[in-house]
């Protein structure tokens, strides 16, 4: 019998504007194809009448500060020190919530992608420096380590029914350890000289988040205030600045003040107390009582619901249609009207790196898993065959956002930067294709039945 008690709210005029923007969001594939778009516009603006234009706005230098304390940096710097700082604290929220509750909260189930993840991570890196042995080029080892995981799971979305559930999410398990390593080795190899009292404040602080959350403090503006504090001291120490964003996520509480039984058993209790039975208007004693049991009701859902998780939500659409699309336009365009194609990719650190995450991916992934499964730690995952196991393999070659992101890190000379790019976007397409087309192949004779 259809309910009356819950009536749609009257659309407004607005509705029919937002509507297809909200449908876009809601695809799994969205943020990847947005991902794309900029990528892809990127470089039309670099090798357009506007490539100066383009280039000039991303030198712009912004100042913010007040007195003494100001902090100047050109704008490519803000995206890449300071946005970039608040998708690796999304990366951290997510790292802590997957040991914690998550795909690696087990030995047994940890033990493959974490032996996948190594493996991608290890033969690319030993495969680019093998390319570049012997060139002033071999600090760029770290590039081909790293796969972006919205890229990678956009595709895999859109194979839609082909592709197992638990493939899904053992490549985003994968992925995840996969940016854990990229952290570390920009955290322990791309770190300037040290600044010992800025590191000090820093660490400080970050102990001082750690107390906050043993004495079960759990309001979002002290994590954010030390947050800003963290992330200035590593700014100024010599550590790259994103790494705060990632020790911040350690702090964030991550159990619930109530349990799920305690909970419903409040709730239901509150909602009984909710008064309805006035036909003709409620009185302005019905509407005071109910507006305290509403809030109630609010204060209640937040006690039950964890800061990790409520942080993780908030952030998510922020870095997935705005942080990550604003770096891959502020870090993609790469001018080649002064340099063939070929010449950009047959450059020693261009060749480095396709053969490192083309190459080196699929080599890693798949032989530390078999060394895994060999050795009867680790089984596959139910519904997930070798040929799918392949197929994520090719899809982790694309690396990216992360790949970009070590590559400003590791090369100042904008020409070699230049052929970075290249040789990540190339690799990146190149991987994409082919890993989509494989997985849709055996998706196709396999016919999983649990489907993405």
């Given at each position: 019998m259809k309910n009356d008690s819950f009536r749609p709210l009257e659309a407004r005029p607005v509705d029919g504007l937002l509507r297809p923007i909200q449908e876009f969001m809601k695809l799994e594939a969205s943020s990847g194809i947005l991902l794309i778009g900029m990528a892809v516009l990127a470089m039309i603006l670099a090798n357009s009448p506007l490539s100066s234009a383009y280039f000039q706005l991303l030198e712009i230098p912004v100042t913010v500060g007040f007195g003494a304390l100001t902090i100047a940096?050109?704008?490519l710097l803000w995206i890449n020190d300071g946005l970039m700082a608040l998708f690796f604290f999304l990366v951290g929220l997510e790292l802590k919530r997957e040991v914690l509750t998550g795909e690696l909260s087990t030995p047994k189930d940890a033990i493959l992608p974490i032996f996948a993840a190594i493996g991608g991570m290890f033969v690319p890196a030993a495969l680019y420096v093998l390319v570049t042995g012997g060139t002033p080029f071999t600090s760029g080892w770290g590039i081909p380590m790293a796969t972006d995981i919205a890229f990678a799971l956009g595709i895999l979305a859109l194979l839609g029914t082909r592709a197992?559930?638990?493939?899904?999410?053992?490549?985003?398990?994968?992925?995840?350890i996969d940016d854990l390593g990229a952290i570390l080795v920009i955290a322990i190899f791309y770190t300037s000289k040290l600044n010992?009292?800025?590191?000090?404040?820093?660490?400080?602080?970050?102990?001082?988040?750690?107390?906050?959350?043993?004495l079960g403090i759990r309001k979002t503006s002290f994590y954010v205030l030390l947050g800003i504090v963290l992330w200035v001291a590593f700014l100024k120490s010599g550590v790259h600045a994103t790494i705060a964003g990632v020790?911040?996520?350690?702090?964030?509480?991550?159990?619930?003040?109530i349990n799920v039984a305690s909970f419903k058993e409040q709730a239901l209790a509150f909602l009984s107390s909710i008064q309805t039975d006035k036909k003709d208007g409620e009185t302005k004693e019905m509407?005071?009582?109910?507006?305290?049991?509403?809030?109630?009701?609010?204060?209640?859902?937040?006690?039950?619901?964890?800061?990790?998780?409520?942080?993780?939500h908030s952030l998510h659409g922020w870095v997935a249609f705005f942080i990550m699309p604003v770096f891959a336009l502020a870090n993609s365009g790469v001018d080649l009207r002064s340099m063939s194609i070929l010449d950009a990719l047959v450059h020693p650190v261009a060749l480095g790196i396709i053969v490192g995450l083309f190459i080196g991916k699929q080599l890693g992934v798949v032989l530390f898993s078999w060394a895994a499964l060999r050795t009867g730690w680790a089984s596959l995952p139910r519904g997930v065959t070798w040929g799918h196991l392949y197929g994520v393999a090719v899809?982790?070659?694309v690396g990216f956002t992360m790949s970009l992101f070590?590559?400003?890190?590791?090369?100042s000379d904008p020409e070699i930067l230049a052929r970075a790019k290249s040789g990540i976007l190339f690799a990146s397409i190149l991987a994409g294709l082919l890993g989509y087309s494989i997985l849709r192949w055996v998706g196709g004779k396999s016919n999983p039945t649990d489907s993405v």
């Open positions: 940096k050109p704008l197992p559930v638990s493939l899904k999410i053992f490549l985003t398990a994968m992925a995840i010992f009292i800025a590191l000090g404040v820093g660490m400080s602080t970050w102990v001082v988040a750690l107390i906050g959350n043993a020790l911040l996520a350690l702090t964030i509480p991550a159990r619930p003040r509407q005071s009582n109910n507006h305290d049991v509403v809030h109630t009701l609010e204060v209640l859902s937040k006690d039950a619901e964890t800061p990790l998780i409520r942080m993780e899809l982790s070659g070590i590559g400003g890190l590791s090369f």
